[in-house]
């Protein structure tokens, strides 16, 4: 009677820890999904906010570069200067005024011309002829882009359904935009000039080409200062520093500096790196600087954390063996401890690739339209690029922040792809 009273207690306690058991298993399928769902969400609004981004509307015109127009007064060859300084615009209206059939007499389609390619088309112009004068005087087929708004409703991301009066682009520039297109001179086409070109007013023709310069040379100061820094005080604290008071206070800031927010950051390389040492504002140098010193602790511990995880075993028998301390550390404890290194620096870069907060401290969000040169020329980064296009009005502008973010998303994915391969590469497992 007793024994079968202690079986069935037992068969109670099987039941109610199977059933803790499946409520736990239950718990966290049910927590990853919510994960998985937000993630999906997320990647689904960016990717259908900000895919259209990767292709711009264009327009194909026979242009008459009319002498009158470039050379009004016949003063070309005293004045070459009159090349740059042309009214190429005036060139474009024209010849799309001729290819609609539009009474040149006509403001309000003379204004609607005018709105419907980017100004932009000017610098277009301006090079080929400069390049070669000998094109004035005939017709040249241009490629030119459509302006903001066209672009935006080829696209159909204006609603068309709301009154004239209160949207950007005209019924007459409607009916214009559905003619050019069933005869193929309007149509989209990859927008390479997305990745190539740099900051503007013009919305179609703005990029993230310098910010993309800027994020590579701040991404490699980062890593030619980090890295060998951040292995070197890991190894030093993990391998030959004593515990001793100093030892553990220079512990404690480290944890705790992987832990201060990065704003903090920036107000320190405003006041170190430009107010006292006088580098220059929106450099990419102070940006790697800055960035280096909140990347450190994160390769610190990450590196200390490898070094741990060598069994002592390893450093016994290489002593044992007559190897001195330092041949133990970087002959055979730093070549197993790398996977865990080259992980912690990914890590880091990735998280100092996606700052922007810091940046701003330092004017890293300033307009820069040409390409940085050297790591001290004024710069952005893909961050501050996508800050600062948030802030714009312009429908145009909205749709490149999300473009701008699906490609650092992308860059992120890369690189923490990238942490997971050379872990599991060069991984080793001990028993």
Known sequence: MIQSLD????????????????????????????????????????????????????????????????????ELHAKPELLVTAN?????????????????????????LNAFFSQSARVLIRDRVVANPNIIGTTQKFTILASANIDSAFKGQIDLSVPEQNRK???????????????????????????????????????????LIGSLYMMAIVLLLALPIGVATAIYLEEYAKKTLFADIIEVNINNLAAVPSIIFGLLGLAVFINFFGLPRSASLVGGLVLTLMTLPTIIIATRSSLRAVPPSI????????????????QHVLPLAAPGVFTGTIIGIAQALGETAPLILIGMVAFVANYPTSPVDPSTTLPAQIYMWANEPERAFVERTWGAIIVLLIFLAILNTAAVYLRRRFERHWS
């Open 169 to 211: 682009v005209s019924n007459r520039a409607l009916t214009w935009m559905k003619k050019l297109a069933l005869e193929h001179s309007l149509y989209k086409s990859f927008n390479t000039g997305f990745f190539l070109h740099g900051a503007s007013s013009r919305p179609e023709v703005a990029g993230i080409g310098v910010a």
């Open 7 to 74: 079986n069935r207690r037992r068969e109670i306690g099987l039941k109610k820890r199977y059933r803790a058991e499946k409520r736990f298993r239950f718990y966290g399928l049910a927590a990853i999904s919510i994960g998985l769902f937000f993630l999906v969400v997320l990647v689904v609004n960016v990717v259908s906010q900000g895919y259209s981004v990767f292709q711009q509307t264009q327009l194909s015109l026979d242009v008459y570069l009319d002498k009158k127009i470039i050379d009004p007064n016949n």
């Open 88 to 112: 190429y615009p005036l060139l474009v209206r024209n010849a799309l005024a001729k290819k609609l059939d539009v009474d040149l007499t006509d403001r309000a389609s003379l204004r609607d």
């Open 315 to 330: 450093r016994d028998a290489a002593l044992g063996l007559g190897a001195s301390k330092t041949q133990v550390v970087f």
